[in-house]
């Protein structure tokens, strides 16, 4: 086992910027003095994930050490650009887990500022790191013989003419060196405004060794404690909203349109799942029903409808409020609102029937989850003292009792303070699967003990570990050869997208890098408990292969799973195997059925594609026709968005149908010549958003089942047609169907019936793994396993990879 107080090797790598920092060194046991080893630092655009391991190993080579003997990582946790500080994050995470060795994360500004400090440089220095789009990342130091000090709290973003202003502006301006890759793209600017002097430019990106230098000064200030250096902390340093989420800024206070979605229709929602959403004007008058049901007979007196109208219209401070629905019912809301960095909770109200459910703590995470994105870092609130039931719920999430109001509810009924640091702790179990927060552990994980024979099963049953990060799922599942399923863990982040009606991708890709080492854990203790391993989780040594889904798909979410796949791989000497996502939808049928066989025809009907395909053989798929607009799951989800259902719009627009008739509106069937295979789903789309405004102009209800199977009737009966013409024209005898809306029960009953009454065989997949998951991933990457198909550590994500 590995300890920080005897950390001796370690590699800092940093690709926020064009720089590829990749440098290893010795650190003195006893005082910490830096030795540097061999540095592979160069500049190299966009090109990261391809060359990141092989600098690594290279590097090593040349200080002559071998990667087992690395006892740590450092990583840059930026600011710099998006992609490139999650490579460089995921990769380090893949190392350090591989390894069980330390992650420690460092501000690259300040690796910069060292940087120059390294070369030199004393006095006032001003770092002004790029952060596309206009702005920088502006930071300011004061470098002496003794190191270098920061004159700032926290790194952010601004635009580059509000920096040029700041520093020109300042009383020593004329003693201010400049620095940072900013000064390529903005450099004039600053020497306009009289800021002329700057650093050498060879020294205008990190280094690896400043990276080290930036880190042993942070790692003094917070005393190595125990538990530091667990790879699942480490998060980049965000000083930016996405776009989507800087719209939902405004939304949480600086700027609330009243008008809230479309609906009118609150019976027919009947059959919607329990769903969050953020609080609207519309919701004003059954939140105050629920509140007066829940604080009867309490000290506390219920808000009234007005009271919740004016948080959520043109508040004064930033404020954030969620609400619980089921069956197109109100059963709880919270909300809170921000004060310097905290927020304040200022309501939590459950329904009594719905209690015990987990609701409020999910409530309480979606309000905390957006206080983060305000800036809180805490979060606060009151409760009566003989509220026993609430201060244990809020204590289980983190609240501590910070101070006690006496008689604020009323003689004898004292308010008690409760604080806790964000993120809440949301711990996950099966009945509310909410994201959670990273929990403190003890790091790096004791190393199990096997007996002969445990080791002898693990070296027999050659495991394969695969990750999927495609979308917005991340995923993990553990397969041995043989085909058993030893593990399947999915964390979905619908619930982040949600609200805006689709997958954000930048979204997406922040949540891979927070979610990925606790997925994985997961699998691992999964597959260790289903082996009966006596010493506890499978380590990552022990695996035969890791795969992990190279494309198609959003390509910052598929850099996280790839980068991380690849640090882990190499850091745990096991072969890397590159699966294609659409041949895992594929495969996820061999689940249902191990003996399909090809030739067969293929229904590919996911969230990004929608093909007819003749497989030929296993590795052999002729494209009979795809999409050539929208996919059938983004119809689905465009569909519900419109009637203002939430998202994904697939399993409740599903729900929906079960009670509707298909027949009762004629929906346009595209493309449905003889012989033609392609698709079209945007005619009907708009078809479908077509309807809803005539109806809803001519103030009729629409009657949201019927058109929800009528829809599902349209989008169906063309993929049986063409489903059914190409087994006839190729004589194949089989049929299968994959991605997520072959978890469609219409979709799977149609085709059963008819194909079956044609004499077709038809494979669904199991009904969990249509949307996407890992299981499909693992089978895809065990049959390259038994091929030795085996990646190189230099492969990048592939977004448009096609089958
Ligand atoms: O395969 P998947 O999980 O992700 C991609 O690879 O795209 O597919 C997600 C899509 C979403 O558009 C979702 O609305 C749809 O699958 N979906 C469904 C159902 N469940 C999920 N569509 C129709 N009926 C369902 N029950
Ligand atoms: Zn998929």
């Given at each position: 086992?590995?300890?920080?107080?005897?950390?001796?090797?370690?590699?800092?790598?940093?690709?926020s910027?064009?720089?590829?920092?990749?440098?290893?060194?010795?650190?003195?046991?006893?005082?910490?003095a830096?030795?540097?080893?061999?540095?592979?630092?160069?500049?190299?655009?966009?090109?990261?994930?391809?060359?990141?391991?092989d600098?690594?190993?290279?590097?090593?080579v040349?200080?002559?050490?071998?990667?087992?003997?690395?006892?740590?990582?450092?990583?840059?946790?930026?600011?710099?650009?998006?992609?490139?500080?999650?490579?460089?994050?995921?990769?380090?995470?893949?190392?350090?887990?591989?390894?069980?060795?330390?992650l420690?994360?460092?501000?690259?500004l300040?690796a910069?500022?060292?940087?120059?400090?390294?070369?030199g440089?004393?006095?006032?220095?001003?770092?002004?790191?790029?952060?596309?789009?206009?702005?920088?990342?502006?930071?300011?130091?004061?470098?002496?013989?003794?190191?270098?000090?920061?004159?700032?709290?926290?790194?952010?973003?601004?635009?580059?003419?509000?920096?040029?202003?700041?520093?020109?502006?300042?009383?020593?301006?004329?003693?201010?060196?400049?620095?940072?890759?900013?000064?390529?793209?903005?450099?004039?600017r600053?020497?306009?405004?009289?800021l002329?002097?700057?650093?050498?430019?060879?020294?205008?990106?990190?280094?690896?060794?400043?990276?080290?230098?930036?880190?042993?000064v942070?790692?003094?200030?917070?005393?190595?404690?125990a538990?530091?250096?667990?790879?699942?902390?480490?998060?980049?340093?965000?000083?930016?909203?996405?776009?989507?989420?800087?719209?939902?800024?405004?939304?949480?206070?600086?700027?609330?349109?009243?008008?809230?979605?479309?609906?009118?229709?609150?019976?027919?929602?009947?059959?919607?799942?329990?769903?969050?959403?953020?609080m609207?004007?519309?919701d004003?008058?059954?939140?105050?029903r629920?509140?007066?049901?829940?604080?009867?007979?309490?000290?506390?007196t219920?808000?009234?409808?007005?009271?919740?109208?004016?948080?959520?219209?043109?508040?004064?401070?930033?404020?954030?409020?969620?609400?619980?629905?089921?069956?197109?019912?109100?059963?709880?809301?919270a909300?809170?609102?921000?004060?310097?960095?905290?927020?304040e909770?200022?309501?939590?109200?459950?329904?009594?029937?719905?209690?015990?459910?987990?609701?409020?703590?999910k409530?309480?995470?979606?309000?905390?989850y957006d206080?983060?994105?305000?800036?809180?870092?805490?979060?606060?609130?009151?409760?009566?003292?003989?509220?026993?039931?609430?201060?244990?719920?809020?204590?289980?999430?983190?609240?501590?009792?910070?101070?006690?109001r006496?008689?604020?509810?009323?003689r004898?009924?004292?308010?008690v303070?409760m604080?806790?640091?964000?993120?809440?702790?949301?711990?996950?179990?099966?009945?509310?699967?909410?994201?959670?927060?990273?929990?403190?552990?003890?790091?790096?994980?004791?190393?199990?003990?096997r007996t002969?024979?445990?080791?002898?099963?693990?070296?027999?049953?050659?495991?394969?570990?695969?990750?999927?990060?495609?979308?917005?799922?991340?995923?993990?599942?553990?397969i041995?050869?043989?085909g058993?399923?030893?593990?399947n863990?999915?964390?979905?982040q619908?619930?982040f997208?949600?609200?805006?009606?689709?997958?954000?991708?930048?979204?997406a890709?922040?949540?891979?890098?927070?979610?990925?080492?606790g997925?994985?854990?997961?699998?691992?203790e999964?597959?260790?408990?289903?082996?009966?391993?006596?010493?506890?989780?499978?380590?990552?040594?022990?695996?035969?292969?890791?795969?992990?889904?190279q494309g198609?798909?959003?390509?910052?979410?598929?850099?996280?799973?790839v980068?991380?796949?690849?640090?882990?791989?190499?850091?745990?000497n096991?072969?890397?195997?590159?699966?294609?996502?659409?041949e895992?939808?594929?495969?996820?049928n061999?689940?249902?059925?191990?003996?399909?066989?090809?030739?067969?025809?293929?229904?590919?009907?996911?969230?990004?594609?929608?093909?007819?395909?003749?497989?030929?053989?296993?590795?052999?798929y002729?494209?009979?026709?795809?999409?050539?607009?929208?996919?059938?799951g983004?119809?689905?989800?465009?569909?519900?968005?419109?009637?203002?259902?939430?998202?994904?719009?697939?399993?409740?627009i599903?729900?929906?149908?079960?009670?509707?008739?298909?027949?009762?509106?004629?929906?346009?069937?595209?493309?449905?010549?003889?012989g033609?295979?392609?698709?079209?789903?945007?005619?009907?789309?708009?078809?479908?958003?077509?309807?809803?405004?005539?109806?809803?102009?001519?103030?009729?209800?629409?009657?949201?089942?019927?058109?929800?199977?009528?829809?599902?009737?349209?989008?169906?009966?063309?993929?049986?047609?063409?489903?059914?013409?190409?087994?006839?024209?190729?004589?194949?005898?089989?049929y299968?169907?994959?991605?997520?809306?072959?978890?469609?029960?219409?979709?799977?009953k149609?085709?059963?019936?008819?194909?079956?009454?044609q004499?077709?065989?038809?494979?669904?997949?199991?009904?969990?793994?249509?949307t996407?998951?890992?299981?499909?991933?693992?089978?895809?990457?065990?049959?390259?396993?038994?091929?030795?198909?085996?990646?190189?550590?230099?492969?990048?994500?592939?977004?448009?990879?096609?089958?």
């Open positions: 086992m590995k300890h920080a107080i005897e950390t001796k090797f370690v590699a800092a790598i940093d690709t910027t064009d720089m590829l920092a990749c440098t290893v060194a010795r650190i003195d046991g006893v005082d910490g830096i030795d540097v080893l061999a540095s592979g630092d160069h500049l190299c655009r966009r090109h990261a994930n391809v060359e990141l391991i600098t690594l190993d290279a590097t090593l040349r200080a002559g050490i071998a990667r087992e003997q690395l006892d740590a990582y450092v990583v840059g946790r930026g600011p710099g650009s998006f992609t490139g500080v999650r490579i460089g994050i995921s990769t380090a995470k893949g190392l350090a887990y591989g390894a069980n060795a330390h420690y994360g460092t501000s690259t300040d910069s500022a060292w940087t120059a400090w390294l070369a440089v004393r006095g006032l220095l001003g770092v002004a790191a790029d952060a596309m789009r206009g702005e920088v990342y502006p930071a300011l130091y004061r470098l002496d013989d003794a190191g270098v000090c920061r004159l700032f709290d926290r790194e952010r973003v601004v635009k580059a003419a509000v920096a040029v202003e700041e520093w020109a502006g300042r009383a020593d301006a004329a003693e201010l060196q400049l620095t940072g890759d900013g000064l390529v793209r903005y450099g004039d600053f020497e306009e405004a009289g002329t002097s700057c650093i050498d430019r060879s020294l205008w990106w990190p280094s690896g060794e400043g990276l080290l230098r930036a880190w042993r942070g790692a003094a200030n917070a005393g190595d404690v538990g530091y250096g667990d790879p699942a902390l480490v998060l980049p340093i965000y000083t930016r909203l996405s776009d989507a989420e800087e719209n939902e800024r405004k939304r949480l206070g600086l700027q609330q349109s009243a008008r809230s979605e479309i609906s009118g229709v609150a019976e027919e929602l009947a059959g919607r799942h329990l769903q969050f959403r953020p609207g004007p519309a004003a008058e059954a939140v105050e629920l509140e007066r049901a829940c604080f009867e007979g309490a000290a506390h219920p808000w009234s409808a007005e009271q919740f109208l004016s948080e959520l219209v043109e508040p004064a401070v930033p404020r954030s409020w969620w609400v619980a629905h089921d069956d197109g019912e109100l059963v709880g809301f909300g809170g609102m921000v004060v310097e960095r905290d927020i909770i200022l309501d939590v109200a459950v329904a009594p029937e719905h209690r015990r459910a987990g609701i409020a703590r409530l309480l995470s979606h309000v905390s206080a983060q994105m305000l800036g809180c870092e805490t979060a606060s609130l009151e409760v009566e003292d003989g509220n026993t039931a609430a201060r244990a719920l809020y204590e289980a999430l983190g609240f501590a009792q910070a101070g006690r006496p008689n604020y509810y009323g004898g009924a004292d308010a303070i604080k806790a640091e964000l993120p809440l702790v949301l711990p996950v179990d099966a009945a509310s699967p909410e994201p959670t927060a990273a929990v403190v552990r003890a790091w790096p994980l004791v190393e199990p003990e002969d024979e445990e080791t002898a099963e693990l070296a027999r049953r050659r495991l394969v570990l695969a990750i999927e990060s495609s979308c917005d799922e991340t995923a993990a599942a553990i041995d050869v043989e058993n399923m030893l593990a863990q999915v964390s979905t619908i619930d997208h949600a609200r805006f009606g689709g997958v954000v991708p930048e979204i890709s922040r949540k891979h890098v927070e979610a990925i080492v997925v994985i854990d997961a699998a691992l999964e597959a260790g408990h289903a082996l009966g391993l006596s010493g506890g989780t499978v380590a990552p040594a022990e695996l035969a292969a890791i795969g992990v889904t198609p798909g959003l390509v910052g979410a598929l850099v996280v799973g980068a991380f796949a690849k640090g882990m791989a190499y850091a745990a096991v072969p890397i195997i590159a699966v294609n996502h659409l895992g939808h594929l495969f996820a061999l689940l249902a059925q191990p003996d399909l066989k090809p030739p067969f025809i293929f229904t590919l009907v996911s969230g990004g594609h929608t093909m007819l395909v003749h497989v030929r053989d296993w590795g052999d002729q494209v009979l026709g795809e999409t050539l607009d929208d996919a059938v983004e119809a689905f989800d465009k569909v519900a968005k419109a009637l203002g259902l939430g998202y994904p719009g697939g399993p409740i599903s729900r929906l149908a079960e009670t509707g008739d298909p027949k009762a509106i004629e929906f346009p069937r595209a493309l449905n010549r003889k033609d295979y392609r698709f079209s789903l945007s005619g009907l789309k708009t078809a479908v958003v077509n309807y809803i405004e005539q109806e809803t102009a001519a103030g009729r209800t629409i009657h949201v089942p019927d058109l929800a199977a009528s829809f599902e009737a349209a989008v169906f009966d063309v993929q049986y047609k063409k489903a059914w013409a190409a087994l006839r024209e190729t004589g194949a005898r089989e299968c169907i994959g991605g997520g809306v072959a978890a469609n029960p219409h979709l799977r149609m085709m059963m019936k008819k194909l079956g009454r004499g077709v065989r038809v494979t669904l997949p199991p009904q969990g793994a249509c996407d998951n890992a299981a499909m991933i693992a089978e895809v990457a065990r049959r390259k396993f038994e091929r030795g198909e085996f990646a190189s550590l230099n492969i990048d994500a592939d977004p448009n990879m096609t089958l």
